[in-house]
């Protein structure tokens, strides 16, 4: 069976991504396609690569975390246009344990964390990571409560399957080139 990491792509203190990341693991569990784990980076302590110090134990188990996996789910919040700086420090920590895995986007923001999305998708290529167009969009406006509690709109859910319906294919399709 494949498995299929729920990445949650920030660290900053009162974060919404574990709030997300959950809802999307359960949509995902109903399917049965797939082994679905959530990934929280922060657990990791990934010091800024090329920096000294850090925990050495938790880039080697961020390296196999991410070898395990047959493809992703990347909650991602919208910063300044982009993606989280703890965000692109796990990407970049890594090359080969990424290559030839699909991936989808679940992000969120002012405008459905659209912009940092595209600046995802970017990355994501360089790595040799397949995303797919299915990129369910959450604004903090209509799918959060104050902008602190996570309360999607129905139709989010049918966007989430639509994606994951893209990955598995995608990441059984991979799987056979590794």
């Not at 990934?39 to 961020?62: V, Y």
């Not at 902008?147 to 995608?170: C, H, R, Y």
Request: proline share 3%; with cysteine; net charge negative.
């Amino acid at each position: 069976m494949l498995k299929i990491g729920i990445i949650l792509g920030s660290t900053r203190e009162g974060r919404l991504s574990p709030q997300v990341g959950q809802w999307v693991k359960e949509i995902a569990e109903k399917r049965r396609d797939a082994e679905y784990e959530i990934i929280d980076i922060a657990e990791f302590k990934l010091p800024l690569l090329g920096e000294p110090g850090g925990d050495a134990s938790g880039a080697t188990a961020w390296s196999q975390m991410v070898a395990a996996c047959d493809g992703f789910v990347f909650i991602v919040q919208e910063y300044n246009h982009s993606i989280s700086g703890a965000l692109k420090n796990a990407l970049d920590y890594l090359r080969q344990e990424w290559n030839n895995k699909a991936a989808g986007i679940v992000s969120y923001g002012s405008v459905g964390g659209a912009r940092a999305a595209e600046h995802l998708r970017g990355i994501l290529g360089e790595l040799l990571v397949a995303d797919v167009r299915v990129h369910p969009a959450l604004s903090l406006f209509t799918d959060f409560e104050n902008g602190t509690v996570f309360k999607p709109k129905e139709v989010q859910a049918d966007s989430v399957n639509q994606m994951l319906d893209q990955v598995i294919p995608w990441a059984n399709a991979l799987k056979t080139i590794r």
